[in-house]
């Protein structure tokens, strides 16, 4: 006997949990293909090689990898010990990685198969990843991505319809209350660039990030520790002013980046996106300008995105932005593109929490026909591939059993009919029909019922 | 500059295969679902020891095993030469394995949440799984298992709603012939009892599965060959006129195995499955009983299943069986079930060869706006919002870009009309709108045009 457990950081996904991801998945789904993108999937497993080294080094530790195989794997156990480093032996024993998010092999995609696709290319992929994190609450070391992109144009016209996107899906899922934060790293870029400190860009950047926590003398006292001047610190206390109104923090910054020309170019993309989203109008999103947003500094070079659900203590349960380099390691330079990822986890999280998944959505086996022996179900069997046929979710118990062990299967598999055909009911050529939610029955012929069914 | 190709036997999903997979996945998916089976997913990796020793040698060295990491691999690999086999180093370096089928993680998943299911257990699967085997025409790596099976029950029930729910599949597909065909494991092990070779079952099973390749005669000398007795070859003579007729071959194989237990519960599980589907007849599938079916011999214990695409060189596109110690390697006994599984590559391959995808379930985009330029643009972007909102799958061109090349990315992406909305059309309020496929052109209101396409 074999133990029976999983990795940590997995989980199995039971049948109720699975109806309330595929709710999600298929919400999302659906809205990306509105808008135009398309689906593809990459293989789970890469070469070793085209995943490392583009997550740093923290990454490369936490890829899966996989072992070679056969003599391949015999000819380099043997000289593993000889090699010098963790990384160096395992890349001896190892051919091949787990993927570890889905914009690597999406890069990867798009260069092997340039010839094949055209560009603009606007693509969607829900597929899972895996890294080997330490596992907490929320994280795991293997999770489904849901992320839409555009790629082969720097047109703000694809960041305006991701704000979009964003507001369609999280309507449409049925989130009361969210707000999209907007910045773009060129913004970041001239605030140092003004205050005469473009190599500390990253440094301000994440002082600044922790206003809301810190306070202004916090943020004085960080940036002043880390060797920022004085005088660059008295520039940079404007911006503890700004509030919530994008327009005016757009104003703010305005004034302040006027002297920076990739100040001015941020800016201008900014407000081509606000502008732009007002005249068209959003469902319910509200959109903001956030000039403390400082994801994925390593490698957005324009606009960066990030969604809050308001009123619930869970992180960002969306993000993204425009890179302008996406496939130059693999070799194919010049290719700008956007995108977005929508966290599933976390969205489960959020709706869980407000109990928001719709009743319909879940629902599995709509009626079950209870068995009564053998003559009763050949009937019923006739019956039940009636109400397929009509297109209704149905089974029969596959065997005669007490009444109050299939009506409690029944009820825990959440089925909210049961049929009851018995001698008397064949005679008559009609159904019992139990409502499970308040007890009460009805007599029916199969048309009826499956006309309520319906 | 890394190279960008992929591991051998895996593969990239263009948008157009895309579709054509998601239209067979769906299909699966929704006839499983009316016949009350319900979505479970267990984790792609599996701690090493539950899935060794469960597909046999060959199997544990086609597993994708997976180094262990951080400290846990500093210390392993320092002992790993000392250890004596391949299979010992293996383990010794890894604590995780990729998914080899979809059955043993099930059976795993059983175990592990029997307080959580309700038995019978109908649960449905679409997974990949992974396999090191050599990859050659319709063999890869990488593929996605499609596995419907009732636990917890040995009812026939369950096998008659199988073939029902494998003619419903491959009927939706659009698939226009094929046959299911059935045979059971008590059989045969009745003909080899009856013979008086019962330690020679796998022998005497494999040697008439080649009667339609070799001719009796072949049989006759391979049974020989294999050491069955001439009075033994005698009996099995007679199985050899045996054709397609299931009444026929029921009665003849009725009088063989008469004297044997085991063959009597084998016939009557063989009789009340055709019996039964007869009564309430099958969409299009054809029904044989077939002895000389012999796949999953170690582990099938009652039906055995297997479908063909008739007029096609494609091997089984379906298979399955009953299984009576499904979780018994994980330390639950006495859990019966049955399944089948759809192979969804050949099942690909099938239609593509006879043509058979519905040309409507291949469509993304179905409507694109050319871009004139910023002021056009602006006024796409709020009749394009208009086109979305009404469920209709819509793209704007995203940059101003000449005529020719906005025509040629719409062709390229199969998008069926296009929107042509210059100066003229935005001051007189309406679009011109070109088909594609015909090149006709008409002038349209934006709800005319949304209700054309809806």
């Known amino acids: 006997m074999s133990k029976s457990s999983i990795p940590k950081g997995t989980r199995d996904f039971l049948p109720n949990v699975m109806a309330k991801r595929n709710f999600i998945f298929e919400t999302i789904k659906k809205s990306f293909q509105i808008y135009g993108f398309e689906a593809i999937e990459t293989p789970a497993i890469e070469n070793l090689k085209t995943l490392t080294g583009k997550y740093g080094e923290e990454g490369d530790q936490l890829l899966f990898k996989i072992l070679s195989r056969g003599e391949k794997f015999d000819s380099a156990v043997e000289s593993v010990v000889d090699k010098e480093s963790r990384g160096a032996k395992e890349h001896h024993l190892c051919d091949l990685a787990l993927r570890y998010d889905l914009t690597v092999p999406f890069a990867r995609f798009v260069v092997q198969n340039q010839n094949e696709i055209s560009f603009p290319f606007r693509r969607y992929q829900l597929q899972s990843v895996w890294r080997g994190d330490r596992p907490a609450r929320g994280r795991y070391r293997e999770f489904v991505q849901c992320d839409a992109d555009v790629v082969g144009t720097d047109s703000l016209v694809c960041e305006v319809e991701l704000v979009q996107l964003i507001d369609e899906v999280l309507t449409n899922l049925g989130i009361p209350d969210f707000t999209i934060k907007l910045n773009n790293r060129k913004i970041l870029t001239a605030i140092a660039e003004v205050v005469g400190e473009s190599d500390k860009m990253m440094t301000i950047t994440m002082a600044i990030d922790k206003l809301d926590k810190v306070g202004e003398e916090g943020v004085v006292k960080e940036l002043s520790g880390r060797g920022v001047s004085d005088a660059a610190i008295e520039k940079i206390r404007s911006l503890f002013s700004l509030g919530l109104d994008a327009k005016k923090n757009l104003e703010t910054i305005s004034k302040f980046v006027q002297e920076s020309e990739v100040g001015k170019k941020g800016l201008e993309e900014l407000e081509f996106i606000f502008n732009t989203v007002e005249k068209i109008g959003l469902r319910s999103a509200k959109l903001e300008f956030d000039v403390s947003l400082a994801r994925g500094l390593n490698y957005?070079?324009?606009?960066?995105f990030e969604v809050k659900a308001n009123g619930v203590s869970i992180g960002s349960i969306?993000?993204?932005?425009?890179y302008d380099n996406l496939t130059g390691i693999f070799g194919l330079k010049d290719v700008s593109g956007v995108?977005?990822?929508?966290?599933?986890d976390r969205i489960f999280d959020v709706m869980e929490g407000l109990k928001l998944f719709p009743e319909a959505s879940l629902n599995g086996t709509q009626?079950?026909?209870v068995n009564f022996g053998p003559q009763e179900e050949a009937?019923?069997?006739k019956l039940l591939?009636?109400?397929?046929?009509?297109g209704v979710s149905a089974e029969i118990y596959p065997k005669k059993a007490k009444m109050n062990k299939q009506m409690t299967f029944a009820n825990r598999k959440g089925i909210k009919h049961v049929a009851m055909v018995g001698s008397e009911e064949v005679a008559a050529g009609n159904l019992t029909v139990k409502n499970m939610d308040d007890g009460s029955q009805q007599t029916l012929t199969i048309e009826q019922l499956i006309s309520q069914l319906k």
């Open 379 to 381: 009937y019923c069997l």
């Open 367 to 369: 009626l079950l026909f």
């Open 339 to 344: 995108g977005i990822s929508f966290g599933a």
């Open 385 to 390: 591939n009636q109400v397929r046929k009509a």
């Open 318 to 322: 969306v993000g993204g932005g425009r």
């Open 300 to 304: 957005y070079t324009g606009a960066i």
